[in-house]
């Protein structure tokens, strides 16, 4: 009976995207225009891995969007600090 249960609740309860899921959420919600959308799920990423550089650049390139600019150099200037050897923070500017 125990077993059946646990069998039931592990289907019932889905499990965490990871945070390569939450990027490409994150991107194409980018892509697509929701911005509204976009913050939330970048907003829970940089929670679970704040030294994650692409996080910062994903964010940079979301305030770029909505044409925050003091904040997208904030952003992509702290994606560059984690990871120095990356292009992608400095192909968005």
């Given at each position: 009976?125990?077993?059946?249960?646990?069998?039931?609740?592990?289907?019932?309860?889905?499990?965490?995207?990871?945070?390569?899921?939450?990027?490409?959420?994150?991107?194409?919600?980018?892509?697509?225009?929701?911005?509204?959308?976009?913050?939330?799920?970048?907003?829970?990423?940089?929670?679970?891995?704040?030294?994650?550089?692409?996080?910062?650049n994903?964010?940079?390139?979301?305030?770029?969007?909505?044409g925050?600019?003091?904040?997208?150099?904030?952003?992509?200037?702290?994606?560059?600090?984690?990871?120095?050897?990356?292009?992608?923070?400095?192909?968005?500017?």
């Amino acid at each position: 009976m125990l077993t059946i249960l646990l069998l039931v609740f592990a289907f019932a309860v889905p499990a965490p995207e990871s945070v390569a899921g939450l990027m490409q959420r994150a991107a194409v919600q980018i892509k697509l225009g929701n911005y509204t959308g976009a913050e939330p799920v970048v907003a829970e990423i940089l929670q679970r891995a704040p030294q994650a550089s692409s996080a910062h650049n994903l964010l940079g390139l979301l305030r770029l969007e909505e044409g925050k600019f003091d904040q997208t150099r904030q952003d992509l200037t702290d994606a560059i600090r984690l990871n120095p050897d990356s292009a992608h923070p400095r192909m968005s500017t």
